[in-house]
Every structure is written in C-alpha cells, then in structure tokens.
C-alpha cells in the first residue's frame, strides 16, 4: 500500500459518500443550511481539479423567492416540451418528480464562465474540457452535501437560453446545472430513478476494457 494512502477508517469514509450519494428530489419544507455548513460546501466545490486551473465555474445562489418560482417555471415548461418528445414514455416521465426547486434549502444555478479563456491548453482539441470541470466541481459539491447529511439533486430540464437571459448572464456565460440542496427525509438504497423503474444501473464490466473498444465477447474485468 502506499505511503501516501489514508488510514483506513478514511478510505471506507471517501467510498461510502461516493456509493450513497443520490440525485435527490424530496426535502424538508422550511429548513435551512447553516451558513458554516455552506461555506464549506462551496469551498469543497472551488477545491475541484479544472483544465489549466481554468476554474470556469460560476455558482449563482438564488435568494429571491420570485426569481425561484421563475426558475421553477422554466423547469417546467421543459418537463412538458420533454414529455412530448419522449412520445410513448411522456405520461410516464411526467408522473416521475424531478425536480425540488420550491422545496429545497437552498438553490443554486451553476454555469460555465463568460468565454475569456478560450486558449487554455486541453481544450485545442477538446473545448469540452470546460464542462468536464464544471462537472467536477459540482461532483465535489454533491459528494461534501452528502457527508454532511444533506441531499443534493442536480436539475437538467431547463432551456439555457432562457435561464441565462432570467439571471441576466452576460455573452458567453451558459447555465449548465440547476442544483437543489438541503435536509432531506431520508436517503433511500437505490438510485429513485432504479425505484420508479424507470431505468437500471448496469454493471461496471459493461464499461471496462483492456487496449481496444470493447466487442460483446470481451470478459470485462478480472473477478
């Protein structure tokens, strides 16, 4: 093992949030995040690792209450213009709950920068690399909410246009992610997405392979 590993009690620690975080959509009417609590989140998502320490993420904290249920109703406007297009699976999309923006502690609208680091090295040949770190940060800020018993639930039903013209965003500034954060009534085992039925989680050993594109006679993992 390496020197440089963590005791063992803070190995099972960093596995455990990671296999019991959930994208959570209940929370607790009227409760709060104290304000420690969430400087500390926020700075666990400023730690996160970024392309050419570009740090292109922005975190907007949403405290007005009309500008939420302005938010709220972007969502869904969406979930329904989403709903049309699943065709046979919209009436089963819409009765799933996806979103907890009214309910939340706290509400949070992450996006990219406003676009004046364009020659970072990394994105030349993949400008995606911005998102990637975007994502990263929001990953840190989910996996520090879940050690602090608080449940996070990242909304992606929205028309970015829109949400960036509502937050007044300058040119080159992109809503990626609406984040719903606070106590919640419970954690539950599975993924809700698993419990709705609408989708399961497929095995790591689909995603693994050795050298080469996986074919479908390919063994995976060793076991």
Partial sequence: ???HAFDVGERRA???VIAERRDMRRFVAEAAVPDDVLARLLQAAHAAPSVGLMQPWRFIRITDDRLRRGIHDLVDEERLRTAEALGAR???????KVEGILQCAELFVVALGDGRQRHVFGRRTLPQ??????SCAIQNLWLAARAE???MGWVSIFEPAALAELLYMP????PV???????VPEFPERPQLEIDEWALGRPLTEFVAENRWPSSTDAGLPT
């Fill in 149 to 151: 018993g608080l449940g």
């Fill in 14 to 16: 960093v596995y455990r």
């Fill in 1 to 3: 093992m390496s020197q």
């Fill in 90 to 96: 919209g009436a089963e999309f819409l009765a799933l």
């Fill in 177 to 183: 992610a609406i984040l719903c954060l606070g106590p």
């Fill in 171 to 174: 040119d080159g500034a992109e």
């Fill in 129 to 134: 690399m911005d998102l990637a770190s975007v």
